[in-house]
């Protein structure tokens, strides 16, 4: 009993140390630390219970009311212990972490009034309690054994899936566990167990997550994926800044030669040429760059996986052989092309094969480039592909003949969308049907350039639960979001700036709709404002649409101008949480970050 007695008083030592260390820790509100709290807590107050209990019998006090309660309760803390222990094991053994830890509770409860309600006996050797036995300590004995035993089958079956680590303590309890049954089974009155399941407490600490570590590795991942990105980004941004600058000369030209002249023919030449320009200038914007465009709701979905750099590879080898010798090919893939996309590949792939082909059939020598890149916008994919070639052009005529075709694909367009060699009609028709654009810019004798536009759903190739851990940590660490909304931009950057003075982490955006996707996709904010003055959808159509999810519960506040401060009721009545003067945006947005978010 004195042997027990010192391993306890040494146990509880350092098990006080690894209580003060843990929850003087920030930590994420996980299950696995939820579990490990309630275990350590446990351990200790068993500890706890093990030491009065053998202080009561040193001080002759065995055998009272007081006594016996505490060896019951021992007997409680074993079967505590060992039941928290299976629940652990059993969450990092489960593929998906989850558990139901309620109905868990609920068997505990049925276990723990089973074994208060059986009899224990006390062993007395020498004057002093040697051990307890009894049908209480049986079930406890019984039960531990099968709880033991599913936490090595447990292990057994997924092992090759959960770190070695994680187990550590399992495998550490039943290799040592072995040899203290065995000392106890020879010596009944020195006990071990508290002090083996201490250390098996201790070591499960060190086999947990760091979640600052963690986050950290996750943080850097990201970090990478954003820097791998950047530098096609920034060629794209360079490359279409380039073509505008181009839009814009050719304007200039086309206006200056107007202007030398008073034929009636070369005017109308040149509003024709000057209609077209303009019109692949605005098409280039609206088409390609208005991001703020993008929606999942409009995208044509197929229920296919594809790998859209495997369709360029197989491009490359198909027909880098059959390409004359005098033709330069060129593909260039941006980096930030996703390797995952769902959608229609196959179709996808059919428009830029053809696309090939057409370029290879009407260019002699000079070259034939094909470029790849994408604009990334929460879950959607925007794919702006372009073939461009040094060959015969296509009359002006003809390619506004193309560009405004409308109607739908018939039978004749079905049977030829078969093959891999669709004419331009068929190729503007499928991609209507997909939800894609094309734009065609030519001149002929000198080359064309086709670019086509198409809206897949984005798949993250980052852990996908990334937004869920980083989320979590800004939980912990009181980090506060502010969405704001207006299309101001100079009165959105007074608004960050503000925001950026009172430590508000904020995001800004000058579309409405952008607000109702960021919400859709999970995207959690503290608070989000919005400028009632924005002209393609206004503040209140965008509060009815957030109130339509049930579960949107995030005050929406919104900033009038002077004039309307009097009718600032009415949008109260109409659900928004509160209003602010624009007249005064440096108190105002204080006092709102005041009011709800400290």
């Given at each position: ?355 090939i082909n057409n370029a290879i059939k009407y260019t002699d020598h000079g070259f034939i480039i094909v470029e790849a890149n994408a604009i990334i916008k929460y879950d959607v994919c925007r794919l702006i592909i ?8 296509i009359d002006l005529e003809k390619v506004n003949d193309i560009l405004s075709v409308n109607e739908e694909i018939n ?188």
């Amino acid at each position: 009993m004195n042997a027990s007695f010192c391993f306890a008083i040494c146990s509880i030592f350092y098990m006080l140390l690894i209580i003060i260390i843990f929850f003087s820790k920030e930590k994420l509100k996980n299950i696995e630390n939820k579990i490990y709290s309630v275990l350590i807590i446990t351990t200790f107050v068993g500890l706890i219970f093990e030491i009065t209990s053998t202080v009561l019998e040193l001080t002759g006090n065995d055998g009272t009311y007081i006594h016996s309660l505490f060896l019951k309760l021992i007997m409680v803390y074993y079967l505590t212990w060992i039941y928290i222990f299976f629940i652990y094991t059993y969450y990092i053994s489960s593929k998906k972490n989850k558990i139901n830890l309620k109905k868990y509770i609920l068997v505990y409860i049925i276990l723990f009034v089973i074994m208060i309600s059986l009899p224990l006996y006390v062993k007395n050797q020498n004057g002093l309690v040697a051990y307890t036995y009894g049908p209480s300590v049986n079930f406890v004995y019984i039960l531990s054994g099968i709880l033991l035993t599913i936490c090595i089958i447990l292990m057994l079956k997924n092992f090759k899936q959960i770190k070695m680590k994680k187990y550590l303590p399992l495998l550490s309890f039943i290799v040592i566990g072995s040899g203290v049954s065995i000392i106890q089974f020879l010596f009944p009155d020195i006990l071990l167990m508290s002090s083996l399941q201490t250390l098996v407490t201790v070591l499960m600490y060190f086999t947990i997550e760091n979640p600052d570590l963690r986050m950290i590795e996750e943080l850097n991942k990201n970090k990478m994926i954003i820097e791998k990105t950047s530098q096609g980004t920034s060629n794209f941004i360079f490359n279409l800044t380039t073509e505008i600058k181009k839009y814009i000369n050719d304007v200039i030209k086309v206006c200056s030669r107007a202007l030398q002249t008073n034929d009636k023919q070369v005017y109308q030449n040149t509003l024709q040429k000057l209609y077209s320009t303009v019109k692949e200038a605005e098409n280039k914007i609206n088409n390609v760059m208005d991001v703020s465009a993008i929606d999942i709701k409009n995208i044509k979905i197929t229920n296919s996986l594809y790998d859209i750099n495997k369709i360029f590879e197989e491009l490359q080898l198909q027909y880098k052989s059959k390409i004359a010798e005098d033709i330069d090919f060129i593909v260039n893939i941006s980096p930030n092309l996703p390797s995952r996309i769902y959608g229609d590949g196959i179709r996808l792939k059919q428009i830029l094969f053809s696309l090939i082909n057409n370029a290879i059939k009407y260019t002699d020598h000079g070259f034939i480039i094909v470029e790849a890149n994408a604009i990334i916008k929460y879950d959607v994919c925007r794919l702006i592909i372009s073939v461009e070639d040094s060959g015969k052009g296509i009359d002006l005529e003809k390619v506004n003949d193309i560009l405004s075709v409308n109607e739908e694909i018939n039978e004749v367009d079905i049977e030829q969308t078969n093959n891999l060699d669709l004419n331009l009609n068929s190729i503007k028709k499928l991609l209507k049907m997909l939800g894609g654009k094309l734009l065609i810019s030519s001149t002929e004798n000198k080359g064309t350039k086709i670019i086509v536009t198409l809206d897949q759903k984005f798949v993250s190739d980052v852990d996908s639960d990334l937004e869920r851990r980083l989320s979590n940590y800004n939980r912990i660490l009181g980090v506060r979001k502010v969405l704001i909304v207006d299309d101001d931009l100079k009165e959105l950057t007074t608004l960050e700036n503000y925001c950026n003075e009172l430590n508000i982490d904020n995001i800004c955006t000058m579309y409405g709709n952008d607000v109702l996707e960021r919400t859709r996709i999970g995207q959690k904010f503290n608070l989000i404002i919005i400028d009632d003055a924005m002209n393609k959808m206004n503040a209140l159509d965008i509060l009815k649409a957030l109130k339509a999810n049930e579960n949107f519960k995030t005050p929406v506040v919104i900033m009038l101008e002077e004039k309307k401060l009097s009718i600032s009721k009415h949008y109260l009545a109409d659900g928004f949480s509160d209003f602010i003067d624009k007249s005064r945006l440096d108190v105002e947005i204080k006092r709102i970050i005041d009011k709800y978010l400290n």
